[in-house]
RNA sequence: GGCGCCAUGGUGUAACUGGUUAACACGCCGCCCUCUCAAGGCGGAGAGUUCGGGUUCGAUCCCCGAUGGCGCUACCA
């Protein structure tokens, strides 16, 4: 497969009917991938042909989605809806040329012949209307005419990149329509005369496509345009196998930021969904995960791409958000994790330094970045709540809080406060109490966090401070009608003093 | 229904032009750490490559068929 062009053109064309949902984002990725592993063109076109259904909101909900998982383009964004005049020279080029005609045809008669009939295509009974007859009735403007194309006989081929030879015998396509009877381009008009008007010298798109694919060569020999090179990627299905759809959660790529997925690790698992390095170029990254952005366009090319459909899996996507999230540098975290923090309404009480050290510290845990406005909240703010689950886990004991306060009191008189001494003062207390050091530990960690999950208790009690660790202790026992809910449900006994 | 495409553990992928104990990752299970786990460390189960025929000394890999899945089948894109 001619593989390694010096500088390709390609394109990204979503339609403005939905928000810019998974797999067109995957398309996206890999178009963008492409030109940029070869230093070529990626561009950006609207395909806004179904006024009923596209919207200029569908526009903005896809460009963030673009922007988000960053991928930016070179050109457009181009609308079609103000490429018109294009579409209209083209089909007339195609009805002088004798590739295309005038339908007069409604479409209610069609569906009618569809509906009685096994007519499952068209009839072509507009086909061989006199020239000059056509041209009277349509000039006429008494019946609107749609312009269809002529569909020869034979079978009409191309060599995929990713699917290699496919061939479909022409008598299976219709004489489609090119131009509708309002003088709007359909799909498959519009699509041919773009690509070719913007040089396009690759399309990567789904392998829905396939079937339509055979149309669009048909109309590039009746330009006498270049077939450019097609590479069809498989698509991504739900858990289930089938079509990724609403029915399995969220589809739009919005949704996943959304859920505190970040951008990185989105993408990186998106380009490995029908993807991967191949070893046969690259041995040294046949067992590699990971891969950024850099890595991912140094690395991609078409061959990488495989032909069966891939399934969407949740977890794994997890996995890589935790990935990431623990490799970032919590300075480039942060903006990420600010963003949460408005969406939630919290204000962080603490210093930008103190907030910095906070994240790497609780990072490792983190699954998404929802957590840094949920459970890992009482480490940037005295304002936190206690999880109920933890409470009934660790602090459901009644003995608790005045162990804790004697705790509280202990470290307040002590002459130094670090993690060593405060081990050392919480072993001792439990020692001359004779209970388990464990039953402490993890009572202080829920009356410290509000969390039963929480980095090693000391810690988190260095990282704390003194005053914090002291008014936290003590306040377990008021003002925390959790609490004392819990109390009352005592049925876990698992950590409870002997 | 017709046409097209695809088919390696639950999932994503790997396995040079046919020769491997079929690999890696996610997930799952267990153990360790013991101060928690959604963290970390260690280990394990799980596919003989959808099935059936060929070709071959030898097929995950080549051919044929079946089955299954997906896609297209609009004056949608």
């Known amino acids: 497969m001619p593989d390694s062009p010096s500088s390709p053109r390609v394109r990204f064309a979503p339609s403005p009917t939905g928000y810019l949902h998974v797999g067109g984002a995957r398309t996206a990725l890999f178009n963008w991938l492409f030109a940029r592993h070869f230093g070529g063109t990626f561009i950006l076109r609207i395909e806004d042909t179904d006024f009923e259904r596209s919207s200029e909101a569908m526009v903005e909900g ?5 922007r988000w998982i960053g991928l930016d383009w070179d050109e457009g964004p181009f609308f079609q809806s103000q490429r018109l005049p294009l579409y209209q020279a083209t089909a007339q080029k195609l009805i002088d040329s004798g590739h295309a005609y005038y339908c007069f045809c409604t479409k209610g008669e069609l569906e009618s012949r569809r509906a009685e009939g096994t007519a499952a295509m068209y009839d072509r009974r507009c086909r061989n209307l006199d020239r ?6 349509r000039l006429d403007g008494k019946s609107p005419a749609a312009v269809r194309f002529a ?9 995929d990149a990713v699917f290699g030879r496919v061939e479909f ?8 329509v090119l ?5 709007i ?3 498959h008009l519009s699509v041919v005369a773009d690509d070719i008007d913007m040089r396009l010298t690759h399309i990567l798109r789904g392998a829905d496509h396939i079937s339509n694919t055979p149309k669009q060569v048909l109309q590039y020999s009746a330009l006498g345009a270049e077939l450019p090179i097609f590479a069809h990627v498989p698509l991504i299905l739900g858990p289930d196998k089938t079509r990724l759809s609403k029915r399995h959660g969220a589809t739009s790529v919005i949704a996943y930021k959304d859920m505190g997925i970040v951008p990185e690790a989105f993408r990186n698992f998106l380009a490995l969904l029908g993807w991967s390095p191949g070893s046969k170029q690259n041995p040294q990254h046949k067992d590699r995960e990971t891969f950024s952005s850099e890595d991912l366009i140094q690395l991609f090319t078409l061959d990488g791409i495989s032909k069966s459909n891939a399934v969407f899996d949740n977890d794994k996507l997890a996995w890589f958000n935790t990935e990431y999230i623990r490799a970032y540098d919590s300075n480039k975290l942060l903006p990420l994790i600010q963003i949460e923090w408005q969406a939630a309404e919290f204000v962080p009480t603490r210093t930008e330094e103190e907030i ?3 994240i790497d510290f609780v990072k490792p845990r983190a699954r998404s970045l929802k957590d840094f406005a949920g459970s890992f909240r009482a480490h940037f703010s005295d304002d936190f709540e206690y999880d109920p689950a933890a409470v009934t886990k660790f602090l459901a004991d009644p003995s608790l809080p005045s162990l804790l306060q004697e705790l509280a009191a202990r470290y307040d008189v002590a002459p130094d406060f670090t993690e060593a001494s405060a081990e050392e003062l919480l072993r001792a207390l439990a020692t001359e109490k004779n209970i388990k050091a464990g039953a402490l530990i993890n009572g202080s960690r829920v009356a410290l966090t509000g969390q039963a999950v929480a980095p090693s208790l000391f810690a988190v009690m260095a990282f704390l401070g003194k005053d914090r660790v002291v008014q936290r202790l003590n306040s377990v026992d008021k003002g925390h009608p959790e609490r004392s809910l819990a109390g009352n449900a005592s049925q876990t006994q698992s950590n409870s003093l002997p």
């Open 151 to 159: 569909v020869p006989d034979g079978a009409t081929s191309w060599d």
């Open 62 to 66: 896809i460009l963030e989605g673009m």
């Open 185 to 187: 381009p359909t799909y």
């Open 179 to 183: 131009l509708r009877s309002d003088g």
């Open 356 to 358: 910095l050290a906070a």
């Open 169 to 176: 015998a022409n008598a299976e396509l219709e004489d489609f």
């Open 132 to 137: 000059a007859e056509s041209e009277k009735r």
